[in-house]
């Protein structure tokens, strides 16, 4: 039997030796690389935590003592140590999530998996153990330095600074990345610990004397390497940072090393106050391609050969990143007041080309959206034009920025949204399904879908034009939807895509949804129902010509990714009423709810938002309204789109 195998909770680390610790170490990292090749997922990561993870499991006794994850995405190996092995289906339905989850595991605290929450979390946690007669339980919180450049970590340690009655450990994991290299000073701070030679002479000769005697006398040379760093940090103009917050620290520490790291965390664990164990790894540890990887050292990868670490059939097509790089480079090189922001993501964003051609035009705040919406505020009223370029879940926690700093003030700066809609095996903290409800709500606020490349790429360049408003252009993770050419182009920006001689029903597909609304309206030309399908481009403010539209058929069927409830379509809806059109309103979208892991095929079909579902609804809702219909003719059921796209049924 293996060692890992024998392992179905945390309790089974206790009897092993440190040798077997190193041996199952080297055992898991093997069991990583083979099963997250064949699945994808967060890889480098959790490469990279792997002997933390047992150590903090082997002196913590979760989940009576918690141990919140900041961020979920370096939890695997926690997954395995608390009897989670089977990784055949991770990320897919039915199968682990790659972030913790409460239904899988009492292990698992915390589910959201947006950075710099953790000390948040872990400070209530313990006042409330604290205050409730509970202080021989421990809480622990894992951060990467990488989430140590947003605001609430900082805001966090200053209330935990203001209580030292309780038992908090925070665990600094510190491989000088997040997605990519660690910015900021918060890193140039991190950096000169990790490398000033006079903490390194200290620490080589130290731990070689320290290592010849037994363990108390190790236990000292941890407590008195702590202190002394203290005073080389000073002695080195390295500033004191921790201590100064009257927080213990400890460390730095290697996180590759057993000893010192079972010894330490023993230390933080008996000292009855919040300490910090800063302890430095080495993300993708153990694994060469990963090592080699310059760029994120395997973050997160798709289908990989595990040998080579080379990408397997990836997917088709180009992505929509990809021409929004493509484009912006474009923009910039004729527009030297654009500028572009983003938050620790320079690559996933697609900004890294632009940053390669314009390198002194790109500001990286590290994981800090509130602040990078709130400069790009003011870089706007110094004359420049900020192009914000954000995953769509992550510019949730911007809200207050977008509202109060940028739309207040008539700012011209442009939110490019990624991975918006349904983004599939990330799971609920990942589905970028709320911007579209949250954003429409600012005063002032244009909001652009584009449904393919050519849009992507017009409506790029028409919001960078727009310079006293915010803009926002959001798409969905992938590869771009094929073109989608329009028949006629209304004369507020409205892109009508079929329009039959005789139609009832007008279906409104919201960026990408276009294409699933044509096929919507085929399988309804096959029954005889003609419909009129068009694209606002625009979806906020609500275009005139809509309304017109609408006064026109007798239903409205809106079709978005993002949650119905507050939707574009409750919008349109609203802006019918003010204008005294009663046409009947049918808002399809995904519901308000947290969904899980699964693809985005799989949610989409659960929502209803397939083409066969929508166009048996659509028909279903004609004859039982009895709304007239114009007989199926060869002139109502002819329709202009293409004849690949027509289907002879609704089951089709």
Same mark, same amino acid.
């Not at 933390?52 to 140590?81: E, N």
């Not at 990345?177 to 200290?202: F, H």
């Not at 992550?394 to 940028?406: H, P």
């Not at 028949?487 to 960026?511: K, N």
């Given at each position: ?15 092993? /030796?440190? %040798? ?41 006794? /979760? ?85 140590? =450049? ?20 925070? #665990? ?28 390194? =002479? ?24 702590? $202190? ?26 290697? $996180? ?56 397997? $059939? ?14 912006? #480079? ?91 809609? #349904?983004?599939?095996? %990330? ?40 310079? %006293? ?23 507020? $920006? ?44 625009? #979806? ?58 699964? /693809? ?16 048996? %609804? ?6 039982? =309204? ?27």
């Amino acid at each position: 039997m293996s060692l890992l195998t024998s392992i179905s909770g945390p309790r089974d680390l206790d009897g092993l /030796s440190v %040798d077997q610790l190193t041996d199952l170490a080297e055992e898991i990292r093997g069991f990583l690389i083979e099963n997250v090749a064949r699945t994808g997922g967060h890889l480098g990561p959790n490469l990279g935590v792997v002997e933390l993870t047992i150590a903090l499991h082997r002196v913590f006794d /979760s989940p009576r003592d918690p141990i919140v994850f900041d961020t979920g995405h370096q939890s695997y190996v926690h997954k395995l140590l608390t009897g989670r092995q089977d990784f055949s289906q991770l990320r897919s339905r039915g199968g682990l999530a790659g972030y913790p989850q409460r239904s899988e595991s009492e292990h698992d605290i915390v589910e959201s998996s947006h950075a710099s929450s953790s000390l948040s979390w872990a400070d209530g946690i313990s006042r409330a153990f604290a205050r409730t007669g509970r202080r021989d339980r421990h809480v622990v919180a894992l951060v990467g330095d990488g989430a140590l =450049t947003g605001g609430m970590t900082w805001e966090a340690l200053n209330n935990i600074s203001d209580d030292n009655d309780r038992n908090l450990v925070i #665990v600094v994991n510190d491989n000088g990345r997040s997605y990519a290299p660690t910015i900021g000073g918060m890193a140039r701070y991190l950096n000169r610990v990790r490398t000033a030679e006079a903490y390194q =002479t200290l620490h080589r000769g130290s731990k070689s004397a320290f290592a010849k005697l037994g363990p108390a006398a190790r236990a000292v040379y941890r407590g008195v390497r702590g $202190g002394t760093h203290g005073f080389l940090s000073r002695f080195t103009n390295n500033v004191a940072l921790y201590s100064n917050l009257d927080i213990k620290y400890l460390g730095p520490v290697d $996180g590759h090393d057993f000893p010192t790291l079972l010894e330490t965390l023993e230390l933080a664990k008996n000292y009855g106050a919040p300490v910090i164990v800063h302890v430095i790894t080495e993300k993708g540890r153990g694994y060469q391609p990963a090592m080699d990887d310059v760029a994120d050292q395997f973050h997160a990868v798709g289908r990989i050969d595990p040998v080579t670490g080379e990408t397997l $059939g990836g997917p088709s097509g180009t992505a929509w990143t990809d021409v929004f790089a493509q484009e912006l #480079v474009r923009i910039g090189d004729d527009h030297p007041e654009v500028i572009a922001m983003t938050a620790a993501m320079l690559r996933p964003t697609g900004l890294l080309p632009f940053a390669e051609k314009h390198p002194d035009r790109v500001y990286d705040v590290g994981i800090a959206e509130q602040h990078a919406v709130a400069s790009a505020a003011g870089l706007a009223y110094g004359g420049l034009h900020p192009v914000v370029a954000l995953y769509a879940t992550f510019v949730n926690r911007a809200f207050d920025q977008v509202l109060m700093d940028v739309a207040l003030h008539r700012a011209g700066v442009t939110f490019v949204l990624d991975r918006a809609g #349904v983004t599939g095996p %990330d799971g609920p903290s990942h589905h970028g399904i709320w911007d579209l409800a949250i954003l429409q709500i600012v005063p002032g606020i244009r909001i652009a879908v584009p449904r393919d490349e050519a849009r992507l790429r017009e409506e790029l360049g028409e919001a960078v034009r727009i310079t %006293d408003a915010p803009t926002v252009l959001r798409y969905p993770k992938g590869s771009v939807s094929p073109d989608l050419p329009a028949v006629e182009r209304l004369a507020d $920006g409205v892109d009508v895509l079929a329009r039959p001689s005789s139609a009832d029903v007008l279906i409104v597909g919201i960026g990408p949804m276009a294409h699933v609304a044509m096929d919507v309206a085929s399988r309804l030309s096959a029954q005889g129902i003609g419909a009129t399908v068009v694209d606002p481009r625009w #979806v906020i403010p609500v275009p005139e010509s809509l309304v017109d539209l609408a006064a026109e058929h007798r239903l409205v069927i809106t079709i978005e990714d993002g949650i119905r409830v507050g939707g574009v379509g409750t919008r349109i809806r609203q802006v019918l009423r003010e204008a005294g059109v009663d046409t009947a309103v049918d808002e399809l979208g995904v519901p308000d709810e947290f969904i899980d892991h699964a /693809s985005r095929d799989q949610i989409l079909a659960d929502a209803g938002l397939t083409a066969s579902k929508i166009a048996q %609804d659509v028909v279903a809702q004609v004859l039982g =309204t009895r709304i007239p219909v114009a007989r199926p003719t060869a002139d109502s059921r002819e329709l202009w789109i293409p004849e690949a796209a027509r289907t002879p049924d609704l089951d089709g």
